[in-house]
Each structure stands twice: as structure tokens, then as C-alpha cells.
């Protein structure tokens, strides 16, 4: 077995017979001080692998997910993909990606912009929602605060697939809807961070962020078409009754957007509740 590292890749070469993960531990820790959002375990050279050593996998997992950061497999020989996912416990929590690309984009995707600790204002960047009219509204209040702002963004992650999973046309699209964002943001005279979460349930996975990015207000607003909108009840219903901090629910104009073409990317409404498959 050689394993091999640079950049924010750890190549694996040969057969892995055995749980390896101590021996690639140290490497991978000094690649994620340079990648704090993640790196890539690149299987290309693999040949064939046995269930003690796909444990390797679930002890990486484990270790990067308890770091906040990912860990994504990628160009895995099929066979050896198959022998993985035969794994009790390690083939449902493997996220593989085809190519170092797909994993590279889908690690930038996570990376965050966020300081650890300083309370923020967050508004949540959904499709449906007036977010220009909420950063307005940050604007207005960020008189004599020194709150920063953050737009987060959550794409939520079928439980068929592993949460770290490469999902390339949502990461797309939450890339573009952040971007579009951040430069309204920019020219409301905010400096914005953006941060991208992946989640099971959106109202759940909202208030886990607003408690891990410490928010001290929540601003959401929408026209006034989409207050009986189900979907939207019931994420304002979890806000109100389950946040620890502030939140400010404000009714947009009925015509207003949430963020332009971009947002047609991405939907809150019936492609949310879509089932998602395994490759």
C-alpha cells in the first residue's frame, strides 16, 4: 500500500487490506490546515480493497467531519466501489466523487468565509424568498452595529445519499445564487460572507446553522403570495417557535424576485421534495 500526498489530495496505490487510516492520518491532518474545507482521497491507483480496509473510510470520515470539514473519494475503481458500499455501516456514508474535479468543486462549494465565535446577522438565500428585500433591510439595521452579515445558503441532501455527497448542478446553483447575493450586498454597503450548509431537513438544518454561526437576527422576507405557501409556513413556524436568537419575518412586494434568473436553479417548492437516488 503507498499513500501519497499533496495539495489537497491523498492518493492510495496498491491493495488496502487493512484499516489504514492511522498511517494516512497524519498526512491528511496537515493537508486540512492549508484545506480547512476538506480534501480528496484519490483512488485511481487502488486495485482492490477488503472490509477491514474500507474502514478506513468510515475512520476518515469521522475524523473530518469532527474537524467540520469533508472528505470525498474520488476516481474509485468499480470494483472497488462495489466491495465498499457491501460494507455495513461505511457503504451509506462514502461520498464518491467521478473525477478530482467534481470533488474539488463540491469541497469549494462548502468552503466557508465565516469567523468562528462572532455573532452575525444571517439571511437564508432561497428560491421564493425576497432576499434583495432583506438585505435591505440588514442595511437599514446595520447602523451602529458591528454584526457581520452572512447569506447561507442549504442545499438539502437526500438520506439515500451520504451528506458529504458531490452534487454538482445544486452546488452550482447555490454558487450562483450566493454570488448574486454577495454583490447586491456589496452594493448596499455590506461586506457579506456566504457560507453553503448541507442538511437533511431545511427548517432543522437552518436552526442548527443560526446556533453554530451564533445569529443574533434572522431576516427573512417574501411577497406576500407565498405566506400561505405550506412549505414556507412551516419553515417560518420552526424560526419563531425553535430560534435562539431574533427573527424578522417581513412581507415583500408580490412581483419581487428572490434573486433573478439565478434562482430558477434552485426550488424550494416541489424539487425539494423530490427523492434523490445513489449513483
Excluded at 68 to 96: H, K, L, M, Y
Excluded at 140 to 158: F, N, Q, T, W
Excluded at 195 to 224: F, M, P, Q, T, Y
Aim: glycine share 8%.
Amino acid at each position: 500500500m503507498i499513500i501519497y500526498a499533496k495539495d489537497d489530495i491523498v492518493a492510495l496505490t496498491g491493495a488496502l487490506t487493512k484499516n489504514e487510516w492511522l498511517s494516512i492520518k497524519a498526512a491528511a491532518n496537515l493537508l486540512l490546515r492549508e484545506h480547512p474545507e476538506g480534501i480528496i482521497v484519490d483512488c485511481e491507483g487502488l486495485e482492490n480493497v477488503t472490509e477491514d480496509g474500507a474502514r478506513t473510510f468510515l475512520n476518515a470520515l469521522r475524523d473530518t467531519q469532527s474537524a467540520d470539514a469533508r472528505i470525498v473519494v474520488a476516481n474509485v475503481p468499480r470494483a472497488v466501489q462495489e466491495t465498499i458500499q457491501e460494507v455495513p455501516g461505511v457503504r451509506s456514508r462514502v461520498p464518491f466523487a467521478a473525477s478530482l474535479e467534481e470533488a474539488r468543486a463540491s469541497l469549494k462549494s462548502s468552503a466557508s468565509q465565516v469567523v468562528d465565535g462572532q455573532q452575525c446577522v444571517m439571511v437564508p438565500v432561497l428560491e421564493g424568498l425576497d432576499t434583495s428585500r432583506a438585505i435591505e433591510i440588514a442595511s437599514d439595521l446595520s447602523r451602529g452595529s458591528d454584526a457581520p452579515l452572512l447569506l447561507l445558503y442549504c442545499i438539502e441532501v437526500g438520506r439515500a445519499l451520504p451528506i458529504g455527497a458531490p452534487l454538482p448542478e445544486q452546488e452550482a446553483a447555490a454558487a450562483a445564487l450566493l454570488d448574486e447575493a454577495a454583490a447586491q450586498a456589496a452594493r448596499a454597503g455590506l461586506a457579506a460572507s456566504t457560507h453553503v450548509a448541507r442538511v437533511r431537513e431545511l427548517g432543522d438544518g437552518l436552526l442548527h446553522e443560526i446556533v453554530k454561526h451564533n445569529a443574533s437576527l434572522v431576516i427573512i422576507s417574501v411577497g406576500a403570495e407565498r405566506f400561505a405557501d405550506p412549505v414556507f409556513a412551516g419553515l417560518v413556524d420552526i424560526l419563531l417557535t425553535r430560534s435562539p436568537g431574533n427573527v424578522l419575518i417581513a412581507r415583500g412586494q408580490p412581483e419581487e424576485g428572490a434573486l433573478g434568473e439565478a434562482s430558477a436553479a434552485a426550488k424550494l417548492g416541489d424539487d425539494r421534495r423530490q427523492r434523490q437516488s445513489p449513483r
